[in-house]
């Protein structure tokens, strides 16, 4: 029979290679969402956000992920995209489009894009156009539209899943 | 070539039936994640959620979802969790523990009740004692340890994609 016992500030696996996605969001309304989605990558080992215009992070909510994740912040996304797609990353938009797929059955590349949208209008049509593929969650009742924070996480939390990486340390779970 | 047009207002696929899914909620310090939960339980048509203690709810967070999702509040889960056990239903705990297993491939049940821990002490030996079962999203990086919101609305989005539930209406996606 099991035991479960609370395990506080578990010594986390590290990861063997850095991961390779990277999120870029839009111009965000609230910089309380964009320190949540930053806290989240560093707790999924991911190293790279993308931001825009006025960005900037609450360090109370991003915690640790203020220090450990590489916070760039460009005037505009479209350029940004372009080089990583030269790159070889794959642009995968978050949204509800027309010709989008569902999560729960997306096979992620590992050289990913992932991009957020703006709490209020999305991903506009400017980054609509930079996309390679558009990934989104099925609803299946009100209020039809997940945070904005929280449709990121979960889209991070997918990637992970289906990469989960070789761990090198630390205990594993 | 795909083309990618925003849907605004996307009419939901509609669940043929109910979700088999209850979150259960200890006693949280925050009534802004509880109503994040509540809108994250709305939108993936999970209609029941177990609060306790001085919980209540945003409105302007949770939205539509707390009026969609039946909000019980009981002034302590263990009895609760009894019942829904007796109910046959299987309780999920998540969180860092002893004999845990990694949510990248854990196995739900359909009857499930998923348990959430208070931000900061999380789960307590009294709910712990409770649970079948403890699932744990691996941590690959600092802070280590996710928003309370963000985990349980990963563990919701786990739960619905293996469960994604036979729809009936709206548009599929």
Redesign the interface.
């Known amino acids: 029979m099991?035991?479960?016992?609370?395990?506080?500030?578990?010594t986390?696996?590290?990861?063997a290679a850095p991961?390779e996605l990277i999120l870029a969001c839009a111009p965000m309304r609230s910089h309380i969402n964009l320190s949540?989605i930053v806290?989240?990558c560093?707790?999924?080992?991911?190293r790279r956000v993308i931001a825009c215009g006025a960005a900037k992070l609450h360090e109370r909510?991003a915690?640790?992920?203020a220090?450990?994740v590489d916070f760039d912040v460009h005037r505009s996304l479209p350029p940004v995209l372009d080089r990583l797609r030269a790159e070889g990353f794959q642009l995968v938009?978050l949204?509800?489009?027309?010709?989008?797929e569902?999560?729960?059955s997306f096979s992620f590349v590992s050289k990913t894009v992932l991009v957020i949208g703006n709490e209020r209008v999305?991903?506009?049509?400017d980054l609509?156009?930079k996309?390679d593929?558009?990934a989104?969650?099925?609803?299946?009742?009100?209020?039809?539209?997940?945070?904005a924070?929280?449709s990121a996480?979960?889209a991070i939390?997918?990637y992970?899943?289906q990469f989960?990486?070789v761990?090198c340390g630390g205990e594993s779970?």
């Open positions: 099991p035991h479960f016992a609370h395990i506080r500030h578990k986390p696996s590290l990861l991961r949540h806290r989240t560093g707790c999924f080992g991911i909510i915690r640790d992920g220090e450990t938009g949204e509800q489009t027309t010709d989008s569902n999560l729960f999305g991903l506009e049509a609509l156009a996309l593929r558009v989104e969650i099925p609803m299946a009742g009100l209020p039809h539209s997940l945070n924070a929280t996480s979960i939390y997918e992970c899943r989960p990486g761990t779970s």
